[in-house]
Structure formats: C-alpha cells, structure tokens
C-alpha cells in the first residue's frame, strides 16, 4: 500500500507539472506568495504547536497569528463577539467579501515530541491533535496571498481572515456568529487536517451539549438515610432512562454522557450531582426531538428520587451544509497545485509511528482524491463550521497532515503536525484554498451558482444559535 501511494504520488506531480504550465497570472502569483511565506508560516505553526492552547485560553496563539496579520497589512479587530481570542483580519473594500476561517485551539493530555515514538512534551498539558496549529496559519497564508493581489490591484473585493477560538470545546464560532460577524460574506472557506487531500462532500453531525443538574438532600448514609434525598439516586436513573431510549431513537442518534458531580464520599447521602451529556444527529432537527425526549426522562429521574432537577443548555452546533459547486472549484484548484511528495525520512516517519501506535502502516497519501458523491448523513463528528455554512455557502478542503488512516485526536497526528509532514500539508491547504478565492473573486457567475445551490440545500431552515442566554464562557483566569 505504501508504495502505491508513493507512486501515485509521483504520477500526479508529472501531470500536475503538466497542468501549470497553464495557471493564470493570479494564481500563479498566489502560488509564489505561498512560498515566499512558507518559512514564516511554517514557524507561526510551530510556535502554536508549541503553545498548545485549549479553549478560550489560546492567547498566544491568537497574538501570533493577529500581529502577523498586522505586519501584512490587514486591519485586524482583536477580542470579537465577547472573546479574548477571537479576531478578524481585512484588507480591501467592497464585494465581494470573501471569508476564510483560521483555527488555533488544542486538545487537553495530548502533549507529545515531534517524533515517532510515544513521550510527552510535557506531562498533562495539551496538544495539537487535531492540527489547529496548522489550521489557522495555512488559511491566513492564503487570506496574505489574496491581499497581495488586491493591493497590486489585481483583484477587487475584500478578503477577510476570522481567528475563530475554541472549536474543540465552548463552541466559538456560534459566539460570533450570534454577533452577525459572517452574515455579510458572499463565501466562505475552510480545512482541516486530515489523512487524505480532497474537496469535502461529508457533512458533520449536528450536537446539542447538556448539563443535567439534581439536587436533594445530604443526611448520614448509615444513622438516618430516610431524612435524605439522594441526587445521585436520580442522576444514576437518568443514565438509565437514556440507555433505555437508545433503543428507540434512530441509527444516526448518538449520546454519551459523563458524571461530573456524583457525591464526595460514601457516608453521606449527595445532596448534588450532575450529568454532562452530548446528543448527536445527522441533522438538527433530529437532534433537538431527542433533546426534548432527554427532558422528560429528566424529570421523572428527579420525581423517582424526590428531588429537583435542572436541564442547562451548554451549547449546541448545527451539521455542515455542503455545497457541490464550491467543491468542484476546489477540487479543480487542488488539482492545479498538485499531489504531496514525500522524502524517505518522513515515510520512516510515518511508519515508525503507526507502528508504535499499534495499527498497519499504510504510508503517506499525498495524492488528491477525487470528488466525491454529497454524503450530508454521514456518521462522524461535530464542528461549529456547521454553524456558518447556514449563514453563508460555506467550501470545506481536507488535507493530507498525518499518515494514511492515522487516528485523530491522538498523539499521533500532534507528533506530524510539529515536522515536515504536517508542513507539507499546510502549504498544500493554502495554495488550494488560495487559488480557489482567485476563482471567487473574478467570477461572479460562480458565485451565483454557489449562493444558489446554498439556497436550495438550506431550504426553510433559519439558523438560530444554540447558546444560552449571556455572554461567552470565557474563563476568568
């Protein structure tokens, strides 16, 4: 398999050399800014690998990424929507606007070296496993290219990078979009790493996030158990209910919960404890008929044991709207860039720790997948890009930052995404999404197109933030 995947890869560079013969003045401009950047770039992700922010807390990162903006030219508004770490930076004026998201939060207990072997950056603390170091730097290096184009005068329009904090957790592109941030963009681009290159037709699941709170009455466990009323009873039949409705809710439903609060020791009667619970769908509507099953469940819990109970909304995101036409663009501009290469060394790499990991190394895939048919209920994860592309036609890349097949959210993919592995991947991101934003800005059919198939996709729906009341949960600390 590793060795097809190479040859592969060396197919697609003959043809993709083939192919630029032919990229036009703009795009070839964006290209040559790409690697003019690269080593600014690629040292801006290195330093947010570095700094591993979780949540909310990423101000290192979002300083990094905003000065550099600065230093470029662009307008930057720091501490958007309420949050500390969230910003946009513009350049240019008028329409179109054209937006393009930039991540930067990491994961909690996922330190790791840049090796292949299992060791820890330093014990407990956070890591990139899911490349958001390299996330946000590729999509304000092609948001630079764009800017360079609009200052020669090349393109007009207005080009707008969003430092979006806190994917992972906290939801913060829902904070700001509540705040109107995206509703006036033609469209709007993004990525993630991922362990292929290819235009995303996968849509996400919807998410409603839930703390489910009882509270009774504490009295010794042994001398007077009847004086008190347990919340703990009640949160142990909650799970319970839930685990009984799984039969009953449909295959794309998923949910899973934590105790976060269960009583401190066992001699007394807890008088708090509280349920976190996720609940999953394929499309939001799904998702909130099952909330509204939860609350019930809730409540009879709470009867049962005699005590109280409170349903809070932590927040929730929408499923990612795809959009074929953008993809298309997308996937022809990948094409133009080209596959990935990769060196001995990093196909080394890229064994050694699959292998340390414990799965079958299958190499690197470096070349571009073709365009795949709309999948919109497909099973997988939740991501707060959901939430925009409801708002504005939202085109999604995925590009190859780890060995084929590896295991997100895990060590693996923090370990590639501080080398040359998740550096390729990057460049790649941004000269895709760069060359596709010249397409953008210089057709307006495109953009019809674009905005018409978002129409017909999102129908009758009118989003409305899952949030609840007050501001963001920014930490005080």
């Not at 799904?286 to 939860?294: D, L, S």
């Not at 997988?380 to 959901?386: I, K, L, N, Q, R």
Request: hydrophobic share 40%; glycine share 10%; net charge neutral.
């Amino acid at each position: 398999m590793r060795k097809i995947l190479f040859l592969g890869s060396i197919l697609f560079a003959i043809c993709s050399l083939a192919q630029n013969t032919s990229v036009s003045p703009n795009k070839s401009s964006v290209l040559k800014s790409v690697e003019k950047h690269q080593d600014e770039l690629t040292k801006i992700s290195d330093q947010i690998w570095g700094f591993a922010e979780i949540a909310m807390r990423e101000h290192k990162s979002a300083k990094l990424l905003a000065d550099y903006a600065e230093a470029q030219g662009f307008k930057v508004t720091r501490g958007v929507a309420g949050i500390p770490t969230a910003f946009i930076a513009e350049f240019g004026s008028g329409k179109p606007i054209i937006g393009i998201l930039g991540e930067f939060d990491a994961l909690p207990g996922l330190s790791q070296k840049a090796q292949p072997n299992k060791e820890a950056l330093l014990a407990g603390a956070p890591g990139h496993g899911c490349g958001h170091n390299m996330f946000g730097t590729a999509s304000l290096g092609a948001a630079v290219s764009i800017k360079e184009l609009i200052a020669a005068g090349k393109l007009k329009g207005t080009i707008r990078f969003y430092g979006t904090p806190a994917e992972e957790d906290l939801a913060g592109k829902v904070w700001m979009a509540k705040e109107g941030l995206f509703n006036d963009l033609d469209v709007c681009l993004d990525w993630h790493p991922d362990y292929e290159n290819k235009a995303n037709m996968q849509s996400s699941q919807a998410i409603t996030d839930f703390t489910i709170s009882f509270k009774g009455k504490s009295a010794h466990a042994a001398a007077d158990p009847w004086n008190g009323r347990s919340a703990l009873d009640a949160a142990e039949l909650f799970a319970q209910g839930i685990n009984y409705m799984r039969e009953h809710v449909k295959p794309s439903v998923r949910m899973h919960y934590v105790f976060t609060k269960a009583g401190k020791v066992p001699n007394v009667i807890p008088d708090e404890a509280a349920v976190w619970l996720w609940i999953r769908d394929s499309k939001r509507s799904g998702v909130v008929e099952v909330a509204e099953r939860m609350k019930d469940i809730a409540k009879g819990a709470a009867l049962m044991a005699g005590v109280t109970s409170e349903v809070r909304l932590n927040n929730g995101l929408y499923e990612l709207l795809v959009n074929e036409t953008g993809a298309k663009t997308l996937q022809n501009n990948m094409n133009l860039v080209g596959p990935v290469t990769y060196t001995k060394d990093e196909l080394d790499f890229a064994d050694k720790i699959m292998k340390e990991y414990g799965l079958e190394s299958k190499g690197i895939n470096g070349v571009i997948k073709p365009l795949e048919k709309t999948n919109e209920t497909a099973p997988g994860g939740s991501t707060d890009v959901g939430d925009v592309s409801y708002i504005v036609p939202e085109i999604t890349l995925l590009a190859t930052t780890a060995p084929f097949e590896a295991p997100w959210h895990s060590w693996v993919v923090v370990a590639c995404g501080g080398m040359s592995i998740g550096h390729k991947g990057l460049l790649f991101a941004s000269k895709s999404l760069g060359t596709t934003m010249v397409d953008l800005f210089e057709n307006e059919q495109l953009r019809k197109d674009i905005k018409a198939e978002f129409l017909q996709r999102k129908g009758k729906e009118v989003w409305k933030a899952m949030l609840p009341d007050g501001p963001p949960p920014v930490p005080k600390d």
